[in-house]
């Protein structure tokens, strides 16, 4: 093995000592506080307790319902608030009139939490699927929205003048221009919102759903089954991290494209 | 003439202070001809410039190319920028196909066939598929040059195109304009600063002077078509140019010994 490899995967070997460490910590001092505090079991379960409730729950298989129920509600109000949020904030960004007509409103509605439209939207739309999903375009949209406008609204003004100078036509210039110009601030925006959207995914299904993880928190509650409570949070934890692991990689490769890449 | 411009002013409102960026400008150029604006920031040469290619009209005055009024930027005309105006989203080769996208007479493939000429010409061919951020300052203007003549245009513009570059960068690129000039006679319109650029690459050096931004005067460059940067007349040229900056100074000058 050349030189080159071996220093790669000391490397790699070394970060991954710190993350191996980091939870080692974590764990034992979560072990040592349920062994030496006296607090019932039942409410305050022990990490190996917890890996029980996880098996249990992944042993019974209800754990991938709840995932592919939570992921299915996730993902149609993420992308629905997406592209929504894209194509109108270019639109309001591009026509300054229209955002400065908008823009209170939206200043006014952008720091309401979602969960406070809940009575809304279990009245409109019911339990199931939809509050869920309500909720988490709510929660992603303003986000992406004002990134797409602000983004549209700074582009180079080198940009518009080529695109003037070599006639791109008027609605041309919105996929020619205007949201490549954008896209990496959009995309900053997409990173943002994604957090959020999947912060009030669980909050939505705690109220109006009758499955997904943030259900299965308030049903292991009723149960008194802390220990698939905290099964359940770490599984919610984890996917948080892979999506958001899954988008700085897309954003990384699109910033390496624009030649905008990060150090 | 070609174009034609007479009595242009503009003024510009800046923090609720009107200044005038261009007092009284009139000129007139000829179809084929080099010229460079030159002079000091602030003298109005970029808004001159902006004002005839037409991204920026003037407050009064008319700015009229081939007996029509310029009110807007026309695709017939093309400016070459400082920072190049490449989209760092496209590649070489459709950045400079950008420059016959909005031509519907133009097939596809024609267009890319154009298009990889002028890369050849501009000695990029080897670079079409690279993104302009893997490219160094010299062959991004390249591109951009490239990119100009792709839409086969009548006038460019070009904003301190070499401004960015370093001085052996910006001197080959200068041999190159006058090379790509050599072969198509196009009518260039050139903003610097530097002197020794104005008197290596133009026919007439339009020198302007700041507040308010305007005409000093133009000086005809007869020095032919092979120009050397070193010669006596070269000099002589230059020596003339700081002469007229120089003569702002006409206030009087208090000494005491």
Known sequence: ?263 | MYIDITNVNKQFTHKGKLFTALENVNLSIDRGEFICLLGPSGCGKSTLLNAIAGFDPPSSGTVVIDGCEVRKPSSRNVTIFQNYGLLPWRNVLRNVELALESRKDITRAKREEIARKNLDLVGLSGFADASPHQLSGGMQQRVAIARALTADPEIIFMDEPFGALDAITRMKLQDDIRAIRKENRKTIIFVTHDIEEAVYLADRVVVMTPNPGKVKSVIKVELGPSRNRTGQDFFMLRQKILEIFSMKHDYPIEYSI
């Open chain 1, 1 to 263: 093995m050349s030189n080159k490899a071996v220093r790669y995967l000391w490397k790699k070997a070394r970060a991954l000592g710190w993350v191996a460490l980091s939870f080692l910590i974590f764990l034992t001092v979560w072990g040592l506080a349920s062994y030496f505090s006296n607090v019932n079991a039942a409410l305050f379960p022990s990490p190996l307790g917890a890996l029980h409730g996880f098996l249990e729950v992944l042993a019974d298989g209800s754990l991938y319902g709840h995932i592919a129920a939570s992921m299915f509600r996730f993902w149609s109000g993420f992308a629905v608030a997406v592209v929504l949020a894209v194509v109108s904030g270019a639109v309001f960004g591009w026509y300054v009139p229209l955002f400065r007509l908008a823009n209170p409103v939206v200043q006014l509605l952008r720091p309401i939490s979602p969960i406070a439209w809940m009575p809304f939207i279990v009245l409109m739309f019911g339990i199931g699927d939809m509050p869920a999903i309500v909720t988490i375009f709510i929660a992603a949209f303003f986000p992406v929205f004002l990134s797409a406008v602000s983004g549209v609204m700074n582009i180079p003004e080198i940009y518009l003048k080529v695109a003037r100078n070599f006639g791109v036509g008027r609605f041309e210039i919105f996929w020619k221009i205007i949201f490549p110009a954008a896209f990496p601030q959009i995309m900053s925006g997409i990173h943002l919102a994604l957090g959020s959207a999947w912060v009030f995914l669980v909050c939505g299904e705690m109220i109006g759903a009758q499955s997904g993880l943030g259900y299965l928190i308030i049903d292991a509650r009723n149960n008194l089954r802390s220990d698939i409570l905290v099964a359940d949070i770490t599984v919610i934890g984890l996917i948080g991290f892979l999506l958001d692991a899954l988008l700085k990689f897309a954003e990384g490769r699109m910033l390496k494209r624009w030649g905008l890449e990060k150090e």
